[in-house]
């Protein structure tokens, strides 16, 4: 089998699962406008790499129709990532009727395309024969814009990534530091697959050896993209949620079927596995985990902790790492490592969120605790018992 042939049947294959991921996000019983942007970016961009796997003459004069199709579609993604990245930040706020106006670009991509798209399928197939001659008006002047236009979208994605950034240093929630972490990873990546997708498109343009060949092959890291970006949205919704004032507790658990003697045993029982088991060491640790581990239901575990601690699963969480942060940091024998590894150590998986949680339960920073456990382990005046007085 072929390089091609397996492109084609991995890029096949990423749409079909793509278009299941699709299935499963759009049918969760809570959705956003964050989940609908991104089911759609994932739609869009696996049926681009696979117009782009099977670019052949026999294919489009099969499918005449869908020629072009690929042009109209660059149109929308610039759009489609800044949006995303728009209500991912702002915590999946509803579309206002300002967001509509980034439907222009397509809008004018479509004026200017329906001359070829109106055109019936036996006069495509008559100008389709000539596909060498045809397929270079694939590097002209239009797909140059859409990557000039991805580009500035980009840039705005950026920008709205640093002041999410500025706002979540201010912020305690670790579900913000975690969106955060996991939108940079998404931008940057998109970003890298852009940088190779310029250099495959001016590289067949001028047919310039080696790199002519990102042009069909940039789409496999798409793909693999789309995987990750589902694969994240179906393990860790919290990160696309909304944000949402908590209601009262009384009312928040009104319904709920635990009452007070089984809520505290529940609790009881999550102490005894916290100790025993120390499962905020995985820094990956979701409340469905937790949940999982306990065989209770997770809507029990968060009543159990929001009212007999007081605090949201996630604080709860980060006193159990940072106590265990204090005991490393007051071991003389953890004085060879560097905070933030004792952190990562201890289950956090940013600084920025480690930091700010250790000042808030401890009123002190990191380094000014270690120094004072090291001020405990080698108090000012003391004398080596190995040593001779002078």
């Keep these: 089998m072929t390089t091609v042939a397996l492109f084609r049947y991995f890029v096949t294959a990423g749409l079909i699962n793509a278009a299941l991921f699709a299935f499963l996000l759009y049918t969760r019983k809570k ?59 702002d915590g ?33 197939r008559q100008l389709l024969m000539d596909f ?16 000039c236009m991805i580009t500035c979208y980009l840039l705005l994605s950026l920008s709205l990534l640093r002041a999410f950034r500025q706002k979540v240093d201010n912020t305690f929630s670790d579900v913000h530091h975690r969106r955060l972490i996991w939108l940079q990873q998404f931008i ?7 940088i190779i ?14 790199v002519t060949h990102f042009y069909h092959y940039n789409y496999f890291l798409v793909v693999i993209l789309v995987y990750w970006a589902a694969i994240k949205c179906l393990l860790q919704p919290d990160i696309f949620g909304p944000d949402q004032l908590q209601p009262s507790m009384e009312k928040k658990y009104r319904k709920s079927g635990l009452q007070a003697p ?23 640790l979701t409340i469905f985990t937790l949940a999982g581990q306990l065989k209770v239901s997770r809507h029990h575990l968060s009543q159990a902790i929001n009212e007999q601690a007081g605090k949201s699963f996630h604080d709860f969480i980060n006193s159990f790492r940072v106590e265990a942060v204090k005991c490393r940091l007051e071991d003389p024998s953890s004085t060879a490592y ?10 956090f998986n940013s600084k920025a969120t480690f930091n700010t949680t250790f000042k808030k339960l401890t009123g002190m920073t990191p380094s000014a605790y270690q120094k004072s456990c090291n001020d405990r382990f080698n108090p000012v005046g003391s004398v080596d018992e190995n040593l001779s007085p002078i």
């Design 132 to 147: 060498t001659s045809l397929s270079r008006l694939d590097f002209g002047w239009l797909n140059q814009i859409s990557l």
């Design 92 to 124: 999946g706020q509803p579309l206002t009727p300002k967001d509509a106006l980034h439907l222009l670009p397509f809008i004018g991509y479509l004026i200017v395309l329906s001359p070829w798209l109106l055109q019936s399928a036996d006069s495509k």
């Design 262 to 284: 089984a809520e505290k045993t529940l609790y009881e029982k999550l102490l005894d596995h916290m100790t025993a088991e120390h499962p905020y060491l995985d820094p990956d």
């Design 31 to 89: 959705n956003n406008t964050t989940t609908i942007l991104l089911i759609c970016f994932m739609l869009l961009v696996s049926f681009q790499a696979l117009l782009n796997a099977f670019d052949t003459r026999s294919f489009f004069l099969t499918f005449p129709h869908l020629s072009r199709i690929s042009w109209l579609q660059l149109s929308v993604f610039g759009p489609l990532i800044y949006l995303f990245t728009k209500k991912v930040t």
């Design 338 to 347: 560097s905070i933030l590894g004792i952190a990562i150590d201890c289950g």
């Design 188 to 194: 940057y990546g998109i970003l890298g697959i852009l």
């Design 197 to 210: 997708s310029a250099l495959g498109f001016y590289g067949r343009k001028w047919q310039l050896p080696v």
